[in-house]
Nanobody, 123 residues
Framework: QVQLVESGGGLVQAGGSLRLSCAAS????????MGWYRQDPGKQRELVARITSGGNTNYADSVKGRFTISRDNAKNTVYLEMNSLKPEDTSVYYC?????????????????WGQGTQVTVSP
């Protein structure tokens, strides 16, 4: 089983910055992609940014040029640097990771989610 623990959310004024972190732990064999998603009440969870084990990244159009995703493979940790924040960035942000984990004597695919962290941007 793989657990993800997020940190770094909070309240910030428009134009400000926040940095989110997400650390994976557990019976990890390897992690392929790690990413950040966000979800507003009553809406579907949407991709914010994603990074592969090789460092390839993709971003939602709404955050391109403002957010930067990075990862530390040795620490199984992914980061999201958020700059020039806007009120519309207000949401609950969730970390996701997928890869292979140990399951008894064997390994199997996993996809895990963090518990979510609130980001609030005031006008």
């Amino acid at each position: 089983q793989v657990q993800l623990v997020e940190s770094g959310g909070g309240l910030v004024q428009a134009g400000g910055s926040l940095r989110l972190s997400c650390a994976a732990s557990g019976s990890i064999v390897s992690i392929n992609a790690m990413g950040w998603y966000r979800q507003d009440p009553g809406k579907q969870r949407e991709l914010v940014a994603r990074i592969t084990s090789g460092g390839n990244t993709n971003y939602a159009d709404s955050v391109k040029g403002r957010f930067t995703i990075s990862r530390d493979n040795a620490k199984n940790t992914v980061y999201l640097e958020m700059n020039s924040l806007k009120p519309e960035d207000t949401s609950v942000y969730y970390c996701n990771a997928d890869g292979r984990s140990y399951s008894g004597r064997y390994s199997s695919d996993f996809s895990s989610w963090g518990q979510g962290t609130q980001v609030t941007v005031s006008p």
